[in-house]
């Protein structure tokens, strides 16, 4: 029988072309995966950039970057449950009635979907909130949205940690 | 001649793929995107009311994002074993006044809760402001993120 015709050399023929290929499709994936990694870090930073800008503008009550920032459709919860426009939003900081005594802001979680970015954080900042003054931590969801080329924030919404909820508040603390 | 032959050509590929000017047709309006997503809450709405863990594991996104009402931060894992655990139960659902921003797959959904809540043995009665970051992955309505805030009673 000659070589070529022999079943074992063509199983262990197949066999090697398999692995080949097996081989070359699993390391095209790993560089696939590593692409989407390194992109969702690229966003990430990206975002930061962007709630580093916005939270500065917070604390100038500046309003020019702020709505730059702010989606025209801007929906803002804030830790009251009262729902706020982007047009809302702007005229409490351009107008001083929500101001920074303090700005600390941070434990930033993202999840990156595309063009839409989740981002979760803890905010200890103390506000003067038209006269009322809170000191407690708030856990928030912020919602950006790449429009235009430029990450635009949609949504928010902030909520009280309880006093007997300490979760992971660890951030604050330190 | 040869714009001829392209015209011909394009007219050739219309007419063998009509499923190209039909696909253009197809792209959801924001109404249609509104339904979609109204009916997939009003599905979530439900399975939370019978606690229908297969339901719920399926619209809950593997990595959904919930801060409830205390301002904990909550996994998937960790709200679907409320739900089975009946450590979160309702004792009355009423949930509405929703509005949309639709941002292609993306939508965010608003809206306020009034149900009657029951949370580790403490019910909860104070009405709710939320925010819902639903994202269509692979064909489905997901629920990515979730907020809930309590809404400050006038004193």
């Not at chain 1, 009262?82 to 107008?95: M, N, P």
């Not at chain 1, 924030?153 to 979760?167: C, I, K, M, R």
């Amino acid at each position: 029988m000659s070589l070529r015709r022999n079943p074992c050399v063509r199983i262990l023929r197949r066999l090697v072309i398999l692995s080949t290929l097996t081989t070359i499709l699993s390391g095209f994936l790993g560089a696939q995966q590593q692409e989407v990694a390194s992109q969702d870090s690229a966003t990430e930073k990206e975002i930061l950039a962007t709630e580093t800008l916005k939270n500065d503008a917070m604390q100038k009550g500046d309003a020019k970057v702020l709505e730059q920032i702010y989606s025209d459709n801007l929906i803002f919860v804030n830790a009251r449950g009262q729902v706020l426009t982007k047009k809302d939003r702007v005229k409490e900081l351009d107008s001083g009635s929500v101001k920074y005594v303090s700005f600390r802001q941070g434990d930033y979680r993202f999840h990156i979907y595309g063009n839409t970015a989740i981002v979760t954080g803890v905010a200890c900042s103390v506000v003067d909130y038209h006269g009322r003054v809170n000191q407690t931590p708030r856990r928030f969801t912020s919602v950006y949205v790449k429009l235009d080329g430029h990450w635009s924030f949609v949504a928010h919404q902030a909520t009280l940690v309880s006093d007997n909820e300490p979760g992971d508040l660890q951030y604050c603390k330190n | 001649m040869l714009v001829g032959r392209l015209l011909l050509l394009t007219g050739l590929i219309a007419f063998a793929c009509p499923g190209i000017a039909q696909a253009q047709n197809d792209v959801p309006s924001q109404t249609s995107i509104q339904q979609e997503v109204l009916k997939t809450e009003a599905v979530r709405d439900e399975a939370m009311q019978k606690a229908d863990m297969t339901v719920l594991n399926r619209i809950y996104a593997d990595n959904v994002v919930i801060v409830n009402t205390r301002g904990l931060s909550l996994t998937k894992a960790q709200r679907l074993a409320d739900f089975q655990s009946g450590d979160l139960k309702f004792l009355s659902f009423d949930q509405g006044d929703y509005s949309f921003q639709i941002y292609g797959d993306t939508v965010i959904l608003n809206g306020r809760a009034n149900s009657v809540v029951q949370f580790h043995g403490k019910v909860n009665r104070v009405p709710r402001q939320f925010t819902l970051t639903y994202i269509k992955l692979n064909g489905e309505w997901k629920l990515v993120a979730q907020n809930e805030t309590l809404i400050d009673q006038p004193q």
